[in-house]
């Protein structure tokens, strides 16, 4: 109904009115017992939605568009791994370089769609990985260079980059482009062992949050109290590690998920290494979601900080174990590819 919903309305400030439901929409659904992959595929089907009726409203203004193009996610939107809290990471690709006389068509769309985004709740990308950044807003040819660029010369910058933009999808304009787009950009990762290993390097730069004697390793990010980082200490940990995984076996789904069970299949992840990985990212998932959805129920702003003292006994084991999983994996990993 939702989705329904978004489809009908005329112009941004109806748009804004719907946006205000998916808060409660979120809260429902954990209250369902929704598990973790549902949960992030339908909030992200509501950000699909919306980007595409930007999309839409805005071509009814702008007119036909000078070429072929297509709109594109990355980062967790990509995944359609999203939550309660998330900004907003895109691009827009083209057929051929655009022409000076084509520029304002699309730096119109791109201003409609990223400011309406913005204003329905997805704030801009601290980065400016936006497709409102002309850099992010060129040819397929242009965009194929930028992938050449990363996996020739990998830097700290170039490895950044490539674990934001290797997860990419298509959500409105011409798929083609996008397709060729990622098939370019896996079969130049693929057998590029030196630019896997700097990957390899920047999947390791997330540790799970265990100390000495597994103690928890609380952090405060200045606007609460200590608590245990989920996001970027549990789940960032494991979508790099199987997102490196996928690069090796040139497995194109974005969705972490989807990435494990095709590494398995594919034999490029021991099966039984897998199901862990997957079982963690569900239980470390499920706690930030359960955490965030208290959070909006208390009118609090949703966040990735869980007091471990807020944990039951049996939570902490199960967590702890979780974290131990995700730690034995980076270790793996650490040898598979000699990173010190």
């Given at each position: 109904r939702l989705l329904q919903d978004i489809q009908r309305q005329e112009n941004l400030d109806a748009l804004v009115t719907v946006s205000q439901r998916l808060p409660s929409l979120f809260v429902r659904m954990m209250r369902l017992g929704r598990d973790v992959e549902q949960v992030g595929r339908l909030i992200t089907q509501v950000t699909d939605a919306f980007t595409l009726r930007l999309v839409e409203l805005a071509e009814a203004e702008l007119g036909p568009a000078p070429q072929a193009w297509a709109w594109m996610a990355f980062g967790s939107q990509a995944r359609q791994e999203q939550t309660a809290r998330t900004d907003q990471d895109n691009g827009l690709v083209t057929e051929r370089p655009i022409r000076s006389e084509e520029a304002p068509w699309f730096d119109q769309l791109s201003r409609r769609v990223c400011d309406g985004l913005d204003r329905l709740g997805y704030v801009y990308c601290p980065g400016e990985i936006m497709a409102l950044n002309p850099r992010w807003r060129v040819s397929l040819g242009e965009w194929k260079q930028h992938f050449d660029g990363w996996l020739k010369e990998p830097d700290p910058k170039s490895v950044m980059h490539s674990s934001i933009f290797f997860d990419l999808r298509c959500i409105g304009g011409d798929g083609s482009l996008v397709d060729r787009l990622i098939s370019h950009a896996m079969t130049g990762a693929r057998d590029n062992r030196i630019f896997l290993r700097f990957m390899a390097a920047n999947a390791l730069t997330h540790r799970p949050p265990l100390g000495f004697f597994r103690r928890f390793v609380q952090e405060d990010d200045g606007s609460q109290e200590e608590g245990l980082n989920l996001k970027h200490r549990g789940i960032v940990p494991i979508i790099d590690l199987v997102r490196l995984r996928a690069l090796e076996g040139g497995i194109e789904a974005p969705n972490t998920f989807d990435r494990?069970?095709?590494a398995a299949e594919a034999g490029v992840m021991n099966a039984e290494d897998a199901a862990n990985l997957e079982d963690a990212l569900g239980l470390i998932g499920r706690l930030r979601l359960e955490h965030q959805s208290a959070q909006l129920e208390n009118g609090e702003a949703p966040g990735n900080l869980v007091p471990a003292d807020d944990l039951s006994p049996l939570m902490r084991r199960n967590?702890?174990?979780?974290?131990?999983?995700?730690?034995?994996?980076?270790?793996?990993?650490?040898?598979?590819?000699q990173v010190h």
């Open positions: 494990l069970r095709a967590l702890k174990a979780a974290f131990m999983l995700v730690g034995e994996a980076q270790q793996a990993l650490r040898l598979r590819y």
